[in-house]
């Protein structure tokens, strides 16, 4: 077994993107965990998707006060809508704004941008490998 600590070096890469994430999304007054909610809430968008808030808790992997204040934000933002789902009073549908709308392109290449910064040192062979064996970490032989 190697002593190289890879939960240390996983720690370290994920905090090092957060950082970068918080600072390039702030010229939009976004976090991080905000951008990537409005990301999930684009895609369901434009999938014709209807998302609540227990979707976004179980697809992004997200506590239930976490999502809570993120939604909270994005909504005193104007970014998101809270609507109360015709079948249950007691769950509220999440969609996005026009205003939010208006941000998804750039926000899809900030994303992207980051994402070649996060890789730039590795050649695409290195690449490909690298999420393969991520992925067997998180999901095991797939």
């Known amino acids: 077994m190697s002593d190289k600590r890879i939960g240390f070096l996983i720690k370290q890469v994920f905090h090092m993107n957060q950082v970068r994430l918080n600072e390039m999304f702030a010229e939009f007054d976004l976090t ?16 014709g998707r209807i998302i609540n808030q227990r ?20 909504e005193n933002k104007g970014l998101i809508i809270r609507k109360v789902n ?5 769950v509220k549908n999440i969609d996005v704004t026009n205003e939010a709308l ?8 900030k994303f992207q941008e980051n994402e070649q910064q996060l890789v730039e040192n590795l050649s695409e062979e290195e690449v490909k490998s690298l999420a393969y064996m991520l992925e067997k970490i998180l999901y095991g032989n797939t």
């Open 32 to 47: 991080g965990a905000q951008t990537f909610t409005l990301i999930y809430l684009f895609k369901a968008h434009d999938q």
């Open 102 to 109: 208006e941000l998804d392109k750039v926000l899809r290449k």
């Open 86 to 90: 015709p079948a249950d009073a007691r």
């Open 55 to 74: 979707d976004i808790e179980r697809d992004m992997d997200i506590s239930n006060p976490t999502v809570t204040g993120i939604l909270n934000r994005l």
